[in-house]
Nanobody, 118 residues
Framework: QVQLVESGGGLVQAGGSLRLSCAAS????????MGWFRQAPGKEREFVSR???????SYGDSVKGRFTISRDNAKNTVYLQMNSLKPEDTAVYYC????????????WGQGTQVTVSS
């Protein structure tokens, strides 16, 4: 099993920045990729970004050019640097991890709230 713990959420004004962290523990050797999703009230969960252990990254269209995902393998931690935040970025942000050979996201964190005021 893998446990994921997010941190770094909070309240920020539009145009500001936040950095989210996701620390993985447990059977981390089984992880192939980690990513971020978000869900705003009344909306479906949305893909934000992911990073494979190869370093390959991917972003959702709504965050391209503003968000950057990175990782620290030694700390089993993934970061999401969020710049130029907009009110529509307000959501609960969830960290997720995918096992080697997996097709779905197998592990999820509890989520951290990000609120962007206008």
């Amino acid at each position: 099993q893998v446990q994921l713990v997010e941190s770094g959420g909070g309240l920020v004004q539009a145009g500001g920045s936040l950095r989210l962290s996701c620390a993985a523990s447990g059977r981390t050797v089984s992880i192939y990729a980690m990513g971020w999703f978000r869900q705003a009230p009344g909306k479906e969960r949305e893909f934000v970004s992911r990073i494979r252990w190869s370093g390959d990254t991917s972003y959702g269209d709504s965050v391209k050019g503003r968000f950057t995902i990175s990782r620290d393998n030694a700390k089993n931690t993934v970061y999401l640097q969020m710049n130029s935040l907009k009110p529509e970025d307000t959501a609960v942000y969830y960290c997720a991890a995918k096992r080697v050979g997996g097709t779905d996201w197998n592990y999820w964190g509890q989520g951290t709230q990000v609120t962007v005021s206008s």
